[in-house]
Each structure stands twice: as structure tokens, then as C-alpha cells.
């Protein structure tokens, strides 16, 4: 039993996570239902899925950081989400990717990385129209790559492009595929809940072995533990709990280790490294990513440092060679969220790292090989040699190894193949070598027959680098420019900054010529980037320069135009002509060869020479962005950002809560409570309902609780927004019951309700009060109908059709004259009720079935709706209420199970969300200008909470700069939770904070005059206090700055002095001083002596 207690070295491997400025930031990413990875990696570049769609894949160097544009360089080359991606292990450069357009497809990234957007592979595979769900490449066959589709497994030849195995005996969908190190097994994981070993080249049927797996048809992942007899799996088991199961081929249908996780919706993506045998657990939506390490005997599985940070949108390993070896970093993780790509290493703490610790890097998998599709298919079997990560025995020493970027598919429908074709590494499109190669088919230089693939690569790649100079030179002659490299285009943007800081300056005091005043708007934005180090100058500039309006949403952040004059040049007619912007019509080569305006702009600046040039659209575009409030432009600083949420003290809670019902439907939000008392249900039969007084905190005494008893299972319960003894429960027979609740609360239990209202003949999902009409009840039912009550006469006055699912919500705009409803069918419809039973807008609301919630925003204008998304991941949106075919932005948090509930205050334009089961609460404000929602200070809970109510502003304590005011149910206690605003001066009114509010705790009309359309506004009030200063008032404003007097330009202005002076008294009350000295206390001595 010695082995137990011997210890690993990478044991202790803790995770280190880089500074932001490190890390890829700014970045555009959404939630993709795939079962994919979402991002992958090799030592020069990572790939990763680009916007909400995923149609697009976004390929940066490796060691890339900071903030990257909107406008970056893309592959664009499907129709529809990309559901997977891989690099070769062999060539650093070869990215296959995977969509559901039913289309794999070869790229070819340049060495420099992608300069303009690609939208052209070089080979393309075709599944016949069907999704493609997972790909990848052999890990010693030189250019073969696997895909698999529904249940089809198939092989392509990459170099000779063309499918050479394809097999449908899956019965569902294949989840995952991995293959064994040596490639000879393929092991793929199932819909149908089984997990096969999987031989292509296998006489008979491909299936060699089947064992049945996790018994939930959820996704499911399978990697093979390196070169061993073993795999492991992840997925979920019947259950839904978490699950990762080792088995061993030998024994196949017994697993070897079963290790049982948590309850969480995300799949967990494994990562394993066959060198260290380091396991990575990532879950899609989890925050956390789970080291583990895997040994040869039980326990099998032992449990690492875990690393806790960013929701999770994918993760992939970087291969051996990139890793920083001489810092003791084993493994690197690239942490994929939704703006940022995190990169985790995993280093050993050891004393130093000034020497290469050889003990913790065994000899890894190369990255050349002999073996080729063809010979593979025929039986051959080679391993890949191994090479040494120790920098003394490299060729470049502690340098990282040169990056393999070829071959560039390449296939010939004759039987002269040019080499050079097949092995130069290809040079980026719209560059002046791929245009002046084009139409030549064979190379002059043609190395001997017997030359291995590799060295062709090193040789080709001499050449290229030899014949650059003489391509810069020839620039000029036929028009066309070579594309920049990353440097040359930072070098020349500085430059440009200098040049268009000294116009700014020299054209500052004169209004210019025409040409002058077209260039001014983008040489003042450029010269904000690096020359000005101070926001607030540069924000003076920005306003002077501004206008205070908002400009509707683009229809894309940056247009992408076609530049047809980087492939044929312009004539100079065309250059200097008056129709210049026209473009030819002929002549353009067939590549799609998409620039950003920006560069263009730049282009058509320098061969105009300011010429008569016309404003493009895009010089427009930046001028209208001129406009842009400068709230846009540097981001707008909320009054509320740093609001504080604060628990009351332990004397104001009840405590000792007993059988808290967990039965409560989801369209209920399980608490509710006003100024006076809170009402809580109950388990048990009888559907019963606790009210407690709010004026009677502490204890509660052991024994029954007295409680409403209704009879029948509770659906829903609010109470009166304007009379606080009343309160309306639905239950689940169709009948709503009215309670009174008398002074002084409840003593015992009482069955015996002040009025029953039967609304439907079905279940009740949920009642809502009319929130400025009293007596006015809306009720929704399982008969997919709302009916609208006057609750005096108890009588149906109207009801609202055209739902076709189950109504999750319902919210009543702030005017009260219109409703919104939110449904499982993915619908949000507005209402007038008053006008018609039919909606009278419609639009997409939330993907997902779980639930959904909403409310209106901004006096009406906006709607705000929470949900799921179609992986489970709950999302807020803000929709306009003019508008709804499309939400204006959303907010994704995280993967849970708990329907996220809104409270919006009006006054300070604050959301609050939370759910069931949370110990956080969201807070977010609701803008008119994008992004529409922007986060403020979250408030973290010490405990998970059951429900939360918020009372009116009327109850906030504003003498305290609170802001709202909310009772928080958890398991055992009702708590008051006050959300107040830090504040210098708060002994005066912050009128700033508290505008005159909406009296909504009283009844602006009645019923009859409700429904008689007799409407009104609600009347408003200030919320000051009697004898308290607003703030407003006692801030002094300056006078307007005057010219300045030169010849009493030493002299302080009268404003200055009293400002001192106000400061002095603020200082010295609150110190103290004295004016005694130190040596005032000295013992001191005579004259006489001082003269001695």
C-alpha cells in the first residue's frame, strides 16, 4: 500500500491566472448549442467561434492580448453556426471547421495570422445535408480527418480531398469521437446511451466493441486516456447528476471508476493531457474548472487545486510545445467566456526555475510524421516520434519552436502535380504573390522525388523569404499594394497620429479648406488613442466637438465593403476622375476579399490626394459618430453603480420559519409582503399560507403557525397594492379566494375567506392587481386565457386570447392602459385590453421552455424579459415595446435552473433579478442608449434566499440614502434588506437621487372608471423630509469664468478664498489640533551659558 501515499509530482500544479491587459478582451461571444469545444488551439494560433450566431471564427496568434475590434479579421465561410473546429497536430497553420450547414471545411491560416477576412477555403467536404457535429484530425496519419454526422462516421484524404470511409451504423447521433495516441481505435459516444471502439479499416463491421454508458441522452463526451487500454467519459446519469465513468477495453462493459459530481445543466468538456496525465473538467456555464489527476489504481481519479473564476463558454489545451517550460508550466488551459479568452497555466511550484526541470516534462508526440491518409487506410501502423521540451537540446534553444504552417491542400485533376503547390506555405490572400501566381501551373524549381514532405516545407519557405524583397519593390509597378504586417500597420497608424495631430493643431483656429475639414473628424478620433494621457482633456476636446443627441443603431458596428482595387488596379481616369467612388464592374477577381472601411478609407485618401473625393459611406458613418453623446463614447458612470445592499439588523428578522412549501409552481414567486405584514407558504395538504407582522419581529414560537387554510393546492397569492389587509390567493380548482386580514394579525388558523371568485374552470398560473385601478384582478389559466375582474361586482369584464402555450407572466405597463405577457411558445405579446382581446404587437421573446418573467422600463418605452436560452443559460433582454422582433441587447449570467425574478424601480431606473435558490442578487440599469443594460454592484447574500419582495418608495428611509427597500425569505428567516447609495453629505436631501416619485400605494381610479376608460395619471410626490436641505441648494454653483485680468493675474478670485477657507473649517473640525510645539516643553538653559 506504498504506492498510496507516494506523491505526484504535479500534485501541487496551481493555477495562475493573468492580469486582464493579458488576456483576449472585448471579444464577441454567444451560447451555442453544439457539441463542440467553441475553441481549439495550436502553437501559433487560436481559433474560437465570433458573435451570437457562431457562423463566423475568429483566429488570433497565440500569445495575443488586449482589446480586440468589432472589425477584426474573420473567416467567414458558413451559412450557419459552427458546431466544431480543430487544428492539425502536424501543421500549426491547418484549421478544419465543422458547421450545421452541413459542410466541413480546410483553411489555411497565413504565418502572420489572418490580415483580411477569409471567406474562401482551400477544400471543402460535404455531408449531404446533415449537420456536422463533431471533426478532427488523425493523431499520426499525416492529412486525414474524421467528421461525424447524425450517426455517420466518416474519413477524408486531406491532400487528395476526397472521402475515403464512411459508415451509418450509429443509431443516433454520435455526441463525441476520440482516438487512441497510436491511431489505430476510434471511440465515439452516443445519443443512445451506449459507447463503442470504433475500427474503420476493420474486416466486416467498424464496431469492434459496445458497453452501455451514461443512462441520459444529454451530451455526452468521450477522450482516450493517451496510448493505455482505458477511456473516459463524461456525461450525466438518470438523474441529471454529473458523471465521469473510466473503463478499460479489456473488460469493457464493467466501468473501472464511476465518480458521481454535482447537478448542474452544463456538460463537462474533458481535457487530458497523456504526458502528465493531468484530467481538466470544464463545464459550459460553470465557473469553476476542476484539476484531476489520473492514476493506474484506485482511486483512480485524485482531486487537484480547482480553479474558480469567469462563466465558461469552452476551453481547450495548447500543445506541450507552446508551453513556457523554464517557469514550470505543464499545461495551459484557454478559458473561453463571453468576452474574453482567459489563458490558465498550471505550473509547479518548485524553489527555482532558472534550470529546465526535466523530471516534470517526458519526451511528448512530435510534430512531423512519414505516415500519410493512404498508407494508414492500407494498414500501416507508425508512431509519431517523440521529441525533448528541454531547451538545450533544441535547435533554437529557449526559443519557441518555429511554427509548422503547411501544406496547403492542393489537388490536380491531371497527373502533373507541381510540388511546389502541394508543400509552399501559401501567402495570405489579396497579397501581391497570390495574385501575380495566378494561372501559372507549374514551378520551375521542382525538388528531387526523393525529398520528404518536411524538408520541401523548410526549403519553400527559404524561397519566400528570399523573393520578399523583390515583391516590395515591385509594389508599385502594376498598382497593387502587399498586405501589411501587424507591425507595419501599427507603425504606420503611429505615424498617422503624429501627422493628424499636427492638422488638428494647425486647423484648429482656421476653418480650412474642404478636403481639411473631411479629414479633420477622423484625425481628432485617431489622436485620442496616444497622445493625449489624460481622459478628462480628451473628453473636453470630444464635447466641444459633439452634440448632444442619440443616433439610431447601425445596422453593423463596421460594414465590410469588397476592394476590388487591391486585386486589379485602378486606371487613372478612375483614380482622378470626378466619379471616382465608382467602382468597375468587370474585371474582379472571383475571391471575396472582404477589408475594413477604415483601411479603405485610407486607400482611397492617398490615390485621391483629397481630390474631388466624395464622402463614402463610411466617412459619413464616422461623422454621424461624431455626434454620438459623449455618454457613448467613454462610457456612461451611473449615480447607482456603487449601491449597497445591507441586511437589517438580527432584532428586525423573524425567526425560527417551519415547513416553508417547496411545491410552489414556477410562475409564482413563493413570497410576498407589504409595509405592515408577509405572507409565506406552508407544506403540507390544505394549501395553507402564514401571515406574519412585520411589527412583531424575533422568534417564533415552537408549536402550529397560524395560517390561512384554503382547501385546495396554492398556485398563486398577491396582496392588495392599496389596502394591506387584503389578500388574493389562486389555487389550483380554478377559484380565487379574498382574505382579510384583521388588525393585529392572525391568532389562529381560519378557513373562512371574506369572498371566493370562481375565474376558470382550469388551474390558475398566476393573478396579477391592476396597479392604479383598485378592485381590478387579472387572472391567467391552464386554458390559455386571461380574464379581467372588478372584483366589487364580482364579475368577468374582459379576457385576453391568442396565446397557444403556457403563460409564464404577465406585467402591466406604468400608465396601466397596456400588458405585456411572456409564453412558453417563445412569444411576447402586448395587450390593450380595454380595446381588444387579440395582442397588438407581437415578437420573439426567450428560446428557452424553463420559464420567463417581465416587466416594462423607462415610463413604458422598454421591456424587459428573463429567461433561458436553448442551452439552459438564463439571459435578461430589453426589448423596445415599439419593436419586438428583436431584443435591443442581452445580458447572459449563468447556467441555473431558478427562473430569474425582475423588480424594477422606476425613479432610479434600477433592475434587481434574482432566483429561487440564489444567494446573489443582480442589479442592473436600464438605459435608453446601448448597451441598454449596464451592471452595477451586485449584492452578495450570506445564505440562498426563497423568494424577495420589494415594498414602495414610500417605506424607503431616504434620510439614509436608501433607495429601495426589500423582506428576503430565506429557509428559516425573514430579513430586511435596505439598498442605499454612498454619500459624502448625507444629512441633506439627494434630490439627485429622489425625484418625485408615482404614488402607486394608493388608488390613482377606481374600477368603473377603469373600464370605463376613464384614465388618469398618477399623481406624484416628493419623498423630503420636513426640515431636511436638499442638496441641490446648498451646492454652490461658480460663477461664469471670466476673461482673465493679466495685470491681477497673481491674485486669488473671491470664489477660491471662501473654497479654502470652507475646507480649512471642514479639516479642522474634524481633527485635533494644539498649538503648543514640541520644545515648548524643553527644559531650556541660561545666556550665561550659551556665552561660556
Known amino acids: 500500500m506504498a504506492w498510496r501515499f507516494k506523491a505526484s509530482k504535479y500534485k501541487n500544479a496551481a493555477p495562475i491566472v493573468p492580469k486582464a491587459e493579458a488576456c483576449v478582451r472585448e471579444i464577441s461571444v454567444g451560447s451555442y448549442q453544439t457539441y463542440g469545444n467553441n475553441i481549439a488551439a495550436s502553437a501559433a494560433f487560436m481559433a474560437f467561434n465570433w458573435e451570437h450566431s457562431g457562423s463566423s471564427v475568429a483566429v488570433l496568434p497565440l500569445d495575443d492580448c488586449g482589446r480586440k475590434s468589432k472589425t477584426m479579421p474573420l473567416l467567414h465561410g458558413h451559412t450557419d453556426t459552427v458546431t466544431d473546429l480543430k487544428f492539425s497536430p502536424f501543421h500549426d497553420g491547418l484549421l478544419a471547421t465543422a458547421s450545421q450547414d452541413c459542410l466541413v471545411k480546410i483553411w489555411h491560416i497565413p504565418e502572420k495570422g489572418l490580415e483580411q477576412s477569409l471567406s474562401d477555403p482551400e477544400a471543402v467536404f460535404s455531408h449531404k445535408q446533415r449537420r456536422v457535429e463533431t471533426i478532427g484530425f488523425h493523431p499520426t496519419a499525416d492529412g486525414l480527418l474524421y467528421s461525424t454526422a447524425a450517426g455517420c462516421v466518416a474519413l477524408f484524404d486531406v491532400a487528395a480531398q476526397k472521402e475515403i470511409f464512411s459508415n451509418n451504423e450509429h443509431p443516433e447521433v454520435i455526441q463525441s469521437a476520440s482516438w487512441r495516441e497510436d491511431g489505430t481505435v476510434l471511440a465515439t459516444s452516443c445519443k443512445d446511451k451506449c459507447v463503442r471502439i470504433f475500427d474503420p479499416r476493420a474486416a466486416g463491421s467498424p464496431i469492434q466493441m459496445l458497453a452501455e454508458s451514461h443512462q441520459s441522452i444529454t451530451d455526452s463526451r468521450v477522450v482516450w486516456l493517451g496510448n493505455q487500454t482505458r477511456i473516459l467519459t463524461t456525461g450525466f446519469d438518470a438523474a441529471r447528476l454529473r458523471q465521469v465513468i473510466i473503463r478499460d477495453i479489456r473488460n469493457f462493459n464493467v466501468p473501472v471508476k464511476t465518480l458521481e459530481l454535482d447537478c448542474s445543466t452544463g456538460i463537462l468538456m474533458p481535457l487530458f493531457d497523456a504526458d502528465t496525465n493531468m484530467l481538466f473538467l470544464a463545464g459550459k456555464g460553470d465557473t469553476t474548472i476542476n484539476y484531476l489527476e489520473i492514476t493506474d489504481k484506485d482511486p483512480y481519479l485524485i482531486e487537484g487545486l480547482r480553479h474558480t473564476g469567469e462563466q465558461t463558454k469552452g476551453a481547450c489545451l495548447v500543445p506541450k510545445r507552446a508551453l513556457k517550460v523554464m517557469e514550470a508550466e505543464v499545461n495551459r488551459v484557454l478559458q473561453l467566456t463571453s468576452n474574453m479568452v482567459i489563458p490558465i497555466m498550471y505550473q509547479v511550484p518548485r524553489k527555482t526555475y532558472r534550470d529546465f526541470h526535466a523530471d516534470l516534462y517526458p519526451e511528448t508526440a512530435g510534430y512531423r510524421t512519414d505516415l500519410v491518409a493512404s498508407e494508414w487506410l492500407n494498414g500501416t501502423n507508425q508512431a509519431v516520434p517523440k521529441m525533448s521540451l528541454d531547451p538545450a537540446k533544441r535547435e533554437h534553444g529557449d526559443e519557441p519552436i518555429v511554427p509548422r504552417l503547411g501544406p496547403k491542400p492542393f489537388s490536380s485533376n491531371t497527373g502533373d502535380v507541381s510540388f511546389d503547390k502541394v508543400f509552399a506555405v501559401p501567402v495570405a490572400p489579396g497579397s501581391h504573390e497570390n495574385i501575380s501566381n495566378v494561372g501559372q501551373e507549374n514551378c520551375s524549381d521542382v525538388p528531387a522525388p526523393g525529398a520528404k514532405p518536411d524538408l520541401i516545407v523548410e526549403i519553400e519557405i527559404q524561397k519566400s523569404h528570399e523573393r520578399e524583397p523583390n515583391v516590395a519593390g515591385n509594389g508599385n509597378g502594376n498598382g497593387v499594394q502587399k498586405s501589411l504586417t501587424t507591425s507595419e500597420r501599427r507603425k504606420s497608424s503611429a505615424d498617422d497620429d503624429e501627422s493628424s495631430d499636427k492638422i488638428f493643431e494647425q486647423n484648429s483656429e482656421s476653418s480650412g479648406n474642404s478636403t481639411e475639414g473631411e479629414d479633420r473628424t477622423d484625425a481628432d478620433l485617431r489622436r485620442f488613442s496616444a497622445v493625449r494621457s489624460s481622459i478628462a482633456e480628451r473628453r473636453r476636446v470630444y464635447e466641444s466637438r459633439s452634440k448632444s443627441q442619440v443616433d439610431d443603431k447601425a445596422q453593423s458596428p463596421v460594414p465590410l465593403r469588397r476592394e476590388s482595387s487591391k486585386v486589379e488596379p485602378l486606371k487613372p481616369s478612375q483614380q482622378l476622375g470626378g466619379n471616382s467612388n465608382v467602382m468597375p464592374a468587370s474585371g474582379i477577381d472571383s475571391k471575396r476579399i472582404s477589408v475594413p472601411e477604415g483601411k479603405l478609407m485610407e486607400e482611397h485618401r492617398q490615390r485621391g490626394n483629397g481630390a474631388g473625393l466624395k464622402k463614402s459611406a463610411t466617412e459619413a458613418a464616422f461623422s454621424a459618430a461624431s455626434t454620438k453623446r459623449t455618454s457613448t463614447v467613454f462610457g456612461k458612470v451611473s449615480k447607482f453603480r456603487h449601491l449597497k445592499g445591507t441586511p437589517g439588523h438580527k432584532s428586525t428578522h423573524i425567526e425560527n420559519l417551519r415547513n416553508l412549501s417547496r411545491q410552489i409552481p414556477g410562475e409564482c414567486n413563493g413570497f410576498h409582503a407589504n ?41 398563486d397569492f398577491q396582496w392588495d397594492p392599496f389596502d394591506a389587509q387584503r389578500l388574493a390567493v389562486a389555487c389550483d380548482d380554478g377559484i380565487v379566494k379574498l382574505w382579510r386580514i384583521e388588525e393585529g394579525g392572525l391568532s389562529e388558523p381560519t378557513n373562512t375567506p371574506q369572498g371566493e371568485l370562481t375565474a376558470h374552470l382550469d388551474k390558475i398560473y398566476f393573478i396579477r392587481f391592476h396597479p392604479l385601478a383598485a378592485d381590478v384582478l387579472l387572472t391567467a389559466s391552464y386554458d390559455m386565457t386571461i380574464k379581467l375582474w372588478d372584483l366589487r361586482t364580482m364579475t368577468e369584464k374582459c379576457a385576453l386570447t391568442g396565446h ?60 424587459v424579459c428573463t429567461g433561458f436560452d436553448k442551452v439552459s443559460e438564463r439571459q435578461i433582454s430589453v426589448y423596445n415595446a415599439q419593436k419586438l422582433t428583436a431584443p435591443l441587447n442581452t445580458a447572459s449570467l449563468d447556467v441555473s ?31 435608453d442608449e446601448e448597451p441598454y443594460i449596464c451592471p452595477l454592484s451586485h449584492h452578495r447574500c450570506s445564505s440562498l434566499h426563497q423568494g424577495l419582495s420589494f415594498l414602495t418608495k414610500n417605506h424607503c428611509d431616504v434620510a439614509s440614502v436608501e433607495f429601495s427597500k426589500a423582506y428576503r425569505l430565506t429557509n428559516t428567516t425573514i430579513e430586511p434588506l435596505s439598498f442605499t447609495v454612498p454619500r459624502i453629505k448625507s444629512e441633506l436631501f439627494q434630490d439627485d437621487l429622489f ?98
Open 897 to 927: 435552473p431558478s427562473i430569474l425574478i425582475p423588480y424594477y424601480d422606476e425613479d432610479s431606473s434600477t433592475l434587481f433579478v434574482t432566483g429561487k435558490g440564489d444567494s446573489t442578487i443582480y442589479c442592473y440599469e436600464i438605459t
Open 995 to 1092: 425625484p418625485p416619485t408615482r404614488i402607486t400605494w394608493s388608488a390613482t381610479l377606481s374600477a368603473e372608471d377603469w373600464f370605463a376608460c376613464n384614465d388618469k395619471i398618477a399623481a406624484k410626490v416628493s419623498l423630503k423630509p420636513e426640515g431636511m436641505d436638499t442638496l441641490s441648494s446648498k451646492q454652490q454653483v461658480p460663477a461664469l469664468a471670466k476673461k482673465p485680468d493679466h495685470s491681477n493675474f497673481g491674485s486669488k478670485s473671491e470664489y477660491e478664498s471662501n473654497k479654502q477657507q470652507e475646507i480649512q473649517k471642514s479639516v479642522s473640525a474634524r481633527m485635533e489640533y494644539t498649538t503648543k510645539l514640541e520644545q515648548d516643553e524643553m527644559e531650556g538653559v541660561d545666556e550665561n551659558e550659551w556665552q561660556e
Open 675 to 715: 409595509h405592515e405584514r408577509v405572507a409565506v407558504p406552508l407544506s403540507g395538504p390544505g394549501g395553507k399560507i402564514a401571515i406574519f407582522e412585520l411589527s412583531r419581529p424575533g422568534r417564533l414560537p415552537d408549536g402550529v403557525i397560524p395560517s390561512l387554510v384554503n382547501g385546495s393546492n396554492i398556485m
Open 804 to 863: 397557444t402555450d403556457q403563460i409564464f407572466d404577465f406585467a402591466w405597463s406604468p400608465c396601466g392602459k397596456l400588458g405585456a405577457s411572456v409564453c412558453k411558445d417563445g412569444k411576447i405579446r402586448v395587450y390593450n385590453p380595454r380595446q381588444s382581446e387579440t395582442p397588438v404587437r407581437e415578437g420573439n421573446g426567450p428560446v428557452g421552455t424553463r420559464g420567463a418573467r417581465i416587466t416594462w422600463a423607462l415610463e413604458g418605452h422598454y421591456i
